[in-house]
Every structure is written in C-alpha cells, then in structure tokens.
C-alpha cells in the first residue's frame, strides 16, 4: 500500500505498515484541555483513524494562554466539540467521537471499552485513578502526562504495572493542587504532550523504547530532563 500524500513526510520515521496500523487504531483521550488538544492535533495529523475524546467543560478566559482549540470567539463553547471542528478542518479522513462527559467510575470502562489505548490528559489525581483502574480492567495501556509551572512528566502504564500508585501512592483522594499551584504557562502542556503523543505511536506501532513503568520528567526551565525507573 502507498503512502497517502498526506503521510509522506512520516516516512522513514514511520513504515507504510506504521501508518497503516495508525490508520485502523482506536484511541482514547480523557481531557482536552491544554495536554489533550495538543495531543490530539499530532495525533490527527499523524493518522490514527480513530480518537474519541471526553471532557465536560467549556472555554473559559482563562484558558487562552495555553489549551490549543480555545480562540476568542469560541469562549463559552464546548472543548470537545470546539476540538472536533478543529481535528476535522486538519484531517477529514479519520472518525471523531466527542464526548461533553465527566468521566466517574460509573461509565469510565464503558467510555473507554473498544479502544486500543487510553491518553490521560487530566489535571486531577482522582480521576486518574478511575481510567487507570478502567483501563486494567479492560486490558488496554494507558499514556500519562502532567503539567504545572515549567515542568512536565510522562509515563506508560500497561495492565498490572500499577502505574498511578507507583506515581502518586495511596493518592486516590488527594487533587492536583501542588502542581497547579506552580501555574500553567503556554509552552509546558505543548512539550509534555509531544512527548505523550509519540509514546502514544510508539505503542500503537509496537515500537522500542516506550517508557513503560519509568516517569520522565522534564524540566524546561533548566534545559534538563530525566527518567526515574518506577518498577
């Protein structure tokens, strides 16, 4: 199969068998704010055929500094479906499935059943515990990312490597306060979801080198990252 003219600057990097299995992928992004819109663009333009997103929320002033699809004129209006409009002016050719949910542990496994991967772009620690147990449940990995000041972390979870209690402990009540405390400036969430993006790929392609119960953490302000082994 060739490439579609779209994906020709992917090879090389990406095989025509990469492609296609990006093509025929079905993954997940819980939150779409300043990691998950960033997220999703690379994913969009990259091909991966099919991303269902969820979040509740609209677009607040306030979210102008830093989350990708908020625009002056669409302050008020729903992220997800203010991200479908986006991801279909980029790539008309995938399926979108926008999703003005909360997720809960009610219907997280429901959201989340038939996906091959799970993207957590949240900003409370709660909730990554929900698709985090989900996402064992169904059997699928599961992307982390998160955000605050000039610093990042990205991590890769598959079922039983229990990654958020490996991350935050017994954190399953506590929130995001400390890390939102630091402030959310423009360019953290663009570099942390790049980096959450391509571990994304490098799964769905069945790549080396995913970050599989190692956290990376990227500090921009010192031009420095690391990995700290999780297991």
């Known amino acids: 199969m060739t490439y579609k003219k779209r994906y020709l600057t992917n090879q090389n990097a990406l095989s025509r068998e990469d492609q296609d299995r990006l093509g025929t992928s079905r993954v997940f992004v819980a939150g779409c704010g300043g990691l998950g819109g960033h ?33 002056e004129e ?20 995938i399926s979108l499935k926008a999703l003005p949910i909360r997720i809960d542990s009610d219907n997280a496994a429901e959201l989340m059943a ?5 993207i957590d772009a ?24 998160a955000i605050g000041g000039w610093y990042g972390q990205v991590a890769v979870g598959y079922p039983g490597d229990g990654l958020f209690p490996s991350i935050y402990g017994s954190g399953a009540h506590e929130d995001d306060e400390e890390m939102r405390a630091l402030g959310n400036p423009g360019f953290t969430p663009a570099v942390t979801a790049a980096y959450m993006a391509c571990e994304a790929v490098k799964i769905l392609c069945g790549k ?9 953490i990227i500090d921009l302000l010192e031009h420095q990252s690391r990995v700290i082994d999780l297991a």
């Open 39 to 71: 997220v999703l663009q690379i994913l969009a333009r990259t091909g991966v055929g099919q991303l269902s997103f969820a979040d509740p929320d609209m677009f607040a002033e306030t979210n102008l500094n830093r989350q990708l699809f908020c625009t």
């Open 114 to 118: 038939g996906h091959q991967l799970v």
């Open 74 to 93: 669409n302050l008020g209006v729903s992220k997800v479906e203010a991200a479908r409009s986006a991801l279909e002016a980029i790539n008309s050719e």
């Open 208 to 216: 080396a080198g995913v970050l599989r119960r190692r956290l990376l």
């Open 122 to 145: 949240l900003d409370s620690i709660p909730v990554r515990f929900i698709i985090g147990e989900a996402a064992e449940s169904l059997g699928i990995p599961l992307v982390h990312g």
